[in-house]
Nanobody, 124 residues
C-alpha cells in the first residue's frame, strides 16, 4: 500500500489550497485516511481524518471551520481543502492510512501507511 500526497505550495495568508492523497495497492474502503502536519522544530500533529465508508470525519480544533475533508472512492483519493490559511499552518503535510477497525482516530501510532509529505508555506 502506498500513499501519494500532493498539492502543497506557497500561499498568502487568507488564501486556500487543496491537498490530495491517493492510495494505491489497496482501496479507500479499508482505511481511515488522516492528514498530519509537522512544522520545523515541532512534533507531528493530527489535522483531520475521514472514513470513506460512512463519511465520518474529525478535525483538530486549530483547523475546525477552516478545513474540510472529502473522499472520492472512484479515484481512491482524499482531499483536504484548506481555507483562510494562516502563517501557523505552515508545515509539511502528510497523509496516512489506519485500518477501518480503529475508527476515527488522529493519533500517529494508529496509522500504518504514510505518504511522503507535501510542503505548505503560508507567507506574504
Amino acid at each position: 500500500v502506498q500513499l501519494q500526497a500532493s498539492g502543497g505550495g506557497l500561499v498568502q495568508p487568507g488564501g486556500s489550497l487543496r491537498l490530495s492523497c491517493t492510495i494505491s495497492g489497496s482501496t479507500l474502503d479499508y482505511y481511515i485516511i488522516g492528514w498530519f502536519r509537522q512544522a520545523p522544530g515541532k512534533e507531528r500533529e493530527g489535522v483531520s481524518c475521514v472514513s470513506s465508508t460512512d463519511g465520518s470525519s474529525y478535525f483538530a480544533d486549530s483547523v475546525k471551520g477552516r478545513f474540510t475533508i472529502s473522499s472520492d472512492n472512484a479515484k481512491n483519493t482524499v482531499y483536504l481543502q484548506m481555507n483562510s490559511l494562516k502563517p501557523e499552518d505552515t508545515a509539511v503535510y502528510y497523509c496516512a492510512a489506519a485500518p477501518n477497525a480503529y475508527g476515527i482516530v488522529l493519533d500517529t501510532k494508529s496509522y500504518v501507511y504514510w505518504g511522503q509529505g507535501t510542503l505548505v508555506t503560508v507567507s506574504s
